[in-house]
């Protein structure tokens, strides 16, 4: 009997041991799950300079630089470029404006020979050249507009261009140069207005600097049939403040 009251308040014990126990942890505090965490978002907007470098090709009117008097004719041109550029724009959810200007040295030459016409006829005192020439340095001021995916960037671009060209030529056959009512100077260069336009990508790789691949077509304006374009394809790199 004695056993078995003993057993009896031994589970009763028990019992009421564990029953304080949960009565203890039910009134601890329970610690909150951890808010989760959010995605950087990335933000376009501000100023920003960079550098960038590439290759242009294209076709160029020799005689332009010398006068406009002549026929249009044509010689194919390449090489490249490095230089810098300076920009601002604004992002407003998907959507990115902003302005963009550059100044590239260039190294873009063609060479050839060309017998100079007016209305496709030869000139009094017919004159053959061996020309060669240079676009030197290209600048550019241009819009941009395009749409940011977080860190990427696909744009379009426009605006205007500023192209230094010069020309040097040598007579082969007939007059020499030099003649005048011919050709008085053989030797010529100067900045040409014309227009740009362009597709690129950029891809931020910090919050701060951003790398970009873009194609520019660069047509220098003049008189008549103009032949003066220039295919660029250029990469950069940009530091945003």
Same mark, same amino acid.
């Given at each position: 009997?004695?056993?078995?009251? %003993? +057993?009896?308040? $031994?589970?009763?014990?028990?019992?009421?041991?564990?029953?304080?126990?949960?009565?203890?942890?039910?009134?601890l505090?329970? %610690?909150?799950? #951890?808010? #989760?965490?959010?995605?950087?978002?990335?933000?376009?907007?501000? /100023?920003?300079?960079?550098?960038?470098?590439?290759?242009?090709?294209?076709?160029?009117?020799?005689?332009?630089?010398? $006068?406009?008097? /002549?026929?249009r004719?044509? /010689?194919n041109?390449n090489?490249?470029?490095?230089?810098?550029t300076?920009?601002?724009?604004?992002?407003?959810?998907?959507v990115?404006?902003?302005?963009?200007?550059?100044?590239?040295w260039?190294?873009?030459k063609?060479?050839?020979? $060309?017998?100079?016409?007016?209305? !496709?006829?030869?000139?009094?005192? #017919?004159?053959?050249?061996?020309?060669?020439?240079?676009t +030197?340095a290209?600048?550019?001021?241009?819009?941009?507009?395009?749409?940011?995916?977080?860190?990427?960037?696909?744009?379009?671009?426009?605006?205007?261009?500023?192209? %230094?060209?010069?020309?040097?030529?040598?007579?082969?056959?007939?007059?020499?140069?030099?003649?005048?009512?011919v050709?008085p100077?053989c030797?010529?260069?100067?900045?040409?207005p014309?227009?740009a336009?362009?597709?690129?990508?950029?891809?931020?790789?910090?919050?701060?600097?951003?790398? %970009?691949?873009?194609?520019?077509?660069?047509?220098v304006? !003049?008189? !008549?049939?103009?032949?003066?374009?220039?295919?660029?394809?250029?990469?950069?790199?940009?530091?945003?403040?």
């Open positions: 009997m004695n056993s078995f009251f %003993k +057993s009896t308040g $031994s589970a009763a014990f028990m019992l009421l041991a564990t029953a304080a126990v949960s009565a203890n942890a039910a009134d505090p329970v %610690k909150a799950a #951890p808010a #989760p965490v959010m995605a950087q978002v990335y933000n376009w907007t501000g /100023f920003y300079v960079g550098a960038n470098g590439g290759y242009g090709l294209g076709t160029q009117d020799p005689l332009t630089p010398f $006068s406009n008097r /002549f026929d004719t044509s /010689f041109i090489g490249g470029m490095i230089g810098g300076v920009g601002a724009q604004i992002q407003q959810g998907y990115l404006l902003g302005i963009e200007g550059d100044l590239d260039a190294n873009i063609g060479n050839g020979i $060309s017998t100079p016409t007016i209305g !496709g006829g030869p000139l009094a005192q #017919p004159i053959t050249l061996n020309i060669a020439t240079n +030197s290209i600048g550019t001021a241009r819009m941009r507009a395009g749409v940011a995916m977080n860190n990427w960037l696909f744009y379009a671009t426009g605006g205007a261009a500023f192209v %230094k060209s010069s020309a040097n030529g040598t007579s082969i056959a007939g007059v020499p140069c030099g003649t005048v009512g050709l100077n030797s010529a260069s100067a900045w040409r014309g227009l336009a362009g597709l690129g990508a950029e891809w931020g790789f910090t919050q701060n600097w951003t790398a %970009k691949l873009e194609y520019l077509y660069v047509d304006l !003049g008189t !008549g049939a103009n032949t003066d374009h220039i295919n660029i394809v250029r990469a950069g790199i940009n530091y945003r403040f």
